[in-house]
């Protein structure tokens, strides 16, 4: 059971202009949502987070927007780079008592490659 | 400030074989996070140790086991090794856990022959 989805494997944009990716999630007490970046032989590294009261959290070229109704999260970049071009994954947790606040949940990831 | 460390860096270990990992935290972190990479299943929840104590455990055989110390350095132990427990595992730290970006190393990747 996947509550974590992210359904393009793969995406392709040309430099300077907008990345758009997409999560969609199952579970409805997730409240914490992060995105990372992942390059090949290096672990993932934090980019943005963004808690259920907002809808919405940006962050230089990097913007997360929320819809909870929707169970939908997606980051854009803007204007995106060729050193952008690595696996994006998409995390949540929930921060009810039964100790789940501690676990991140994990999208497949999205390869976005940014095109010179 | 120091990231994540880990290490070994790579590990070629047989079946059967037990096997221990080492996690270092961002200095002042005291939670420890463990994931497996695998290319068919991506990044799954091991364990998270806080305060030396295992506060949640993912949907793994008890093969899988952890420990934190009281300086909040981290080790995880795989025994009796099977050719499915080839991946990379990841560790991450945070100050508290709790609603906070997990920062990662770069693994260890175990391949098991």
């Known amino acids: 059971d996947q509550q974590v989805k992210q359904n393009s494997p793969s995406l392709s944009v040309q430099e300077g202009r907008i990345s758009i990716l997409n999560c969609d999630y199952t579970?409805?007490?997730?409240?914490?949502f992060l995105w990372y970046k992942k390059y090949p032989a290096e672990g993932p590294t934090f980019l943005i987070s963004i808690s259920s009261i907002k809808d919405k959290n940006e962050d230089g070229r990097f913007t997360v927007f929320l819809n909870k109704s929707a169970k939908h999260l997606s980051l854009h970049i803007v204007p995106s780079q060729p050193g952008d071009s690595a696996v994006y994954f998409c995390?949540?947790?929930?921060?009810?008592?039964?100790?789940?606040?501690?676990?991140?949940?994990f999208g497949k990831g999205t390869l976005l490659t940014v095109n010179p | 400030k120091a990231g994540v460390t880990q290490t070994p860096r790579y590990l070629i270990k047989t079946r059967g074989q037990q096997v221990t990992l080492s996690c270092s935290p961002i200095s002042g972190h005291r939670s420890v996070s463990w994931y497996q990479q695998t290319p068919g299943q991506g990044l799954q929840f091991l364990f998270e140790y806080f305060s030396e104590t295992q506060r949640n455990k993912g949907n793994f055989p008890g093969r899988f086991s952890g420990r934190q110390f009281s300086n909040s350095r981290s080790e995880m132990n795989v025994s009796t090794l099977e050719l499915g427990d080839s991946a990379l595992y990841l560790c991450?730290?945070?100050?508290?856990?709790?609603?906070?970006?997990?920062?990662f190393g770069d693994g260890t990747r175990l391949s098991i022959l």
């Open positions: 991450a730290s945070s100050e508290t856990g709790e609603n906070q970006p997990q920062h």
């Open positions: 995390a949540a947790s929930t921060s009810n008592s039964g100790g789940s606040n501690y676990k991140l949940t």
């Open positions: 579970n409805s007490m997730f409240d914490y």
